[in-house]
Structure formats: C-alpha cells, structure tokens
C-alpha cells in the first residue's frame, strides 16, 4: 500500500530468453519477489511486448548465439515510448568470476550472482 492506502502495482519486467528452462526459472525468481513478469523467447515477440505495455524493466539473455539481443535494445532506444526503458544484460564468461564481497545473501555460483 502506498501513503493514500492505495495497493502498489508490481513492478512490470519483460524477461527475454530463447532457452525455455532459464526462462521458467527467472520468471520463476522474480515472481516470488512479487514482480509481474512477462516472458518471451524470441526478440520479436519481445518487442510487441514491449510496444504494447508499460514495462518498467527488460532482462535479456545474451548467452544464445547471435546479435537478437542488441537489436532489441537498438529497436527499444530508438522508439521515443520504449526509449527510456532499463535493460539488465545476463551474460555468460568463460572466466571465473572475480571474488566479489558478497551483500545480503549473494553468492557467485555456476558462474552466476544469485
């Protein structure tokens, strides 16, 4: 509830992933934290997404083959309604991460900050 009493909406995030297992499991993550989420596997069908609705946040994968993934965020930038819209790039790295000082309860694991 805000200060009038009135409920908070969630947070509206576009997850944005070609591997149907990962995206099962972020949007899986996200929704236990009360976040709305909305899935799509390929750039195109997260694009209409993106035109349609108010997304607060995109979470792309960019671990699959390919350039899908800047095309998104090129498309989402140039389009005055989308353009201000922040985008979270998960990656993948062959190299071990560096030793990070963990906040909360983060840990580097696989090769992922949870």
Do not use: H
């Not at 949007?27 to 909305?38: C, D, H, R, T, Y």
């Not at 997260?46 to 035109?51: G, H, N, Q, T, Y």
């Not at 994968?61 to 993934?69: E, R, S, W």
């Amino acid at each position: 509830m805000d200060s009038t009493g009135a409920p908070i909406a969630p947070a509206e995030v576009l997850l944005v992933c070609p591997d149907e297992k990962k995206l099962g499991l972020f949007a899986e993550i996200l929704g236990k934290s009360g976040v709305s989420v909305l899935t799509a596997q390929t750039v195109e069908d997260a694009w209409e997404l993106l035109r349609k609705g108010a997304i607060q946040t995109v979470v792309l994968d960019l671990t699959g083959p390919g350039l899908a993934g800047s095309m998104l965020l090129r498309a989402a930038r140039s389009a005055p309604r989308t353009a201000a819209i922040p985008f979270l790039y998960l990656t993948r790295n062959d190299q071990p991460l560096p030793q990070l000082a963990p906040l909360g309860n983060e840990s580097v694991q696989d090769g992922f900050l949870v």
